[in-house]
């Protein structure tokens, strides 16, 4: 074992920096070259968002930073979810974190495709700090 808690704790470093290069080398391994970067189109209105399933709902959570709350449009129909929301001011894009995009946006709009057990009818939504996390409850079975 370890003779005292600096020897312990030299070797958790250790140990991470070794985990740490194994991780940084899948990465690289998985990482696109520039040229296939640059193929990538990336429409900064649409903002990023994640779909989160659970036992009875689906929640969405999307990042919308710099959006006017008050012109945010949720609309749901046959199983589309369509958001739109203007910017409280124009935003360059590579202010937002696009680095291969470039020009002004002044409103967001995203598009998805609804799973067939969603009932649209009950739909809620929020924001938070700059995310709007948008609760859909399941159709009961």
Same mark, same amino acid.
């Given at each position: 074992m370890w003779r005292d808690i600096e020897e312990l704790r030299r070797y958790i470093v250790r140990r991470m920096l070794e985990i740490w290069g194994e991780i940084e080398g899948e990465i690289e391994s998985?990482?696109?070259?520039? #040229? #296939?970067l640059s193929s990538i189109r990336v429409d900064p209105k #649409?903002?990023?968002h994640s779909v989160y399933e659970?036992?009875?709902k689906y &929640?969405? &959570?999307m990042d919308m930073p710099y959006a006017d709350n008050a012109s945010l449009q949720i609309n749901a129909y046959d199983r589309t979810l369509e958001i739109k929301a203007k910017l409280k001011k124009a935003v360059h894009v590579d202010e937002i974190g696009y680095r291969f995009s470039s020009g002004v946006i002044q409103e967001y709009r995203k598009k998805i495709t609804l799973p067939p057990d969603v009932d649209v009818s009950k739909l809620t939504y929020k924001v938070l700090r700059g995310r709007l996390i948008i609760t859909i409850p399941k159709i009961p079975r």
């Amino acid at each position: 074992m370890w003779r005292d808690i600096e020897e312990l704790r030299r070797y958790i470093v250790r140990r991470m920096l070794e985990i740490w290069g194994e991780i940084e080398g899948e990465i690289e391994s998985m990482m696109q070259t520039p #040229e #296939e970067l640059s193929s990538i189109r990336v429409d900064p209105k #649409e903002p990023l968002h994640s779909v989160y399933e659970y036992e009875d709902k689906y &929640v969405i &959570v999307m990042d919308m930073p710099y959006a006017d709350n008050a012109s945010l449009q949720i609309n749901a129909y046959d199983r589309t979810l369509e958001i739109k929301a203007k910017l409280k001011k124009a935003v360059h894009v590579d202010e937002i974190g696009y680095r291969f995009s470039s020009g002004v946006i002044q409103e967001y709009r995203k598009k998805i495709t609804l799973p067939p057990d969603v009932d649209v009818s009950k739909l809620t939504y929020k924001v938070l700090r700059g995310r709007l996390i948008i609760t859909i409850p399941k159709i009961p079975r």
